[in-house]
T-cell receptor
Framework: NAGVTQTPKFRILKIGQSMTLQCTQD?????MYWYRQDPGMGLKLIYY???????DKGEVPNGYNVSRSTTEDFPLRLELAAPSQTSVYFC??????????????FGPGTRLTVL | GIQVEQSPPDLILQEGANSTLRCNFS?????LQWFHQNPWGQLINLFY???GTKQNGRLSATTVATERYSLLYISSSQTTDSGVYFC?????????????FGTGTRLTIIP
């Protein structure tokens, strides 16, 4: 299993541009998540999904959109990029379920700089 | 929301030393994970330990859920142990899956 994969690894955007960060998992996990990590800080949840077609906001959702059309993929869309969105973005997945194993597994991250 | 505090914030040790990292949390949780973020930024799962004790080689962890804390023990430190250690907690109910991260303990192992 490749686990959780993310593309691209690095990206530089100009203010006002948009882009999509890709995330794919091959562990047949129900739940997927997007986090951001600012320098010297822990991770903060942006959005999460409990299954295809179901998404919900996390702690810091403003400026982002998500969709979940398949179990495997959970792309994160940035519209009108701003310098405050300069961060490292991590995608994660977990099996999920009411009494299931909810250990989250993380991808390698995407380092985004907005200038 | 849940508050997560990690201590100490920074730790510098000689190779071969032992260390204990602490994570306190403010509410009952049923998901607790320890991660190691290496110098390249990769997050490595160490333990999934909402309660009890687990060991994996030189690392072990204990969570006392009733007293709302967890401890990560690292024995015989190696330079490859350097990095930031994060504790993350959550309440895993169907449809409400969120991990709250602490701000981490930065561990530096000196040869």
């Amino acid at each position: 299993n490749a686990g959780v994969t993310q593309t691209p690894k690095f990206r530089i955007l100009k203010i006002g541009q948009s882009m999509t960060l890709q995330c794919t998992q091959d562990m047949n996990h129900n739940y997927m998540y997007w986090y951001r990590q600012d320098p010297g800080m822990g991770l903060k949840l942006i959005y999460y999904s409990v299954g295809a077609g179901i998404t919900d906001k996390g702690e810091v959702p403003n400026g982002y959109n998500v969709s979940r059309s398949t179990t495997e993929d959970f792309p994160l869309r940035l519209e009108l990029a701003a310098p405050s969105q300069t961060s490292v973005y991590f995608c994660a997945s977990s099996y999920g379920g009411p009494k299931g194993d909810n250990e989250q597994f993380f991808g390698p991250g995407t380092r985004l700089t907005v200038l | 929301g849940i508050q997560v505090e990690q201590s100490p914030p920074d730790l510098i040790l000689q190779e071969g030393a032992n260390s204990t990292l602490r994570c306190n949390f403010s509410d009952s949780v049923n998901n607790l994970q320890w991660f190691h973020q290496n110098p390249w930024g990769q997050l490595i799962n160490l333990f999934y330990i909402p309660s009890g004790t687990k060991q994996n080689g030189r690392l072990s962890a204990t969570t006392v859920a009733t007293e709302r804390y967890s401890l990560l023990y690292i024995s015989s430190s190696q330079t490859t142990d350097s990095g930031v250690y994060f504790c993350a907690v959550g309440i895993s109910n169907f449809g409400n899956e969120k991990l709250t991260f602490g701000t981490g303990t930065r561990l530096t192992i000196i040869p």
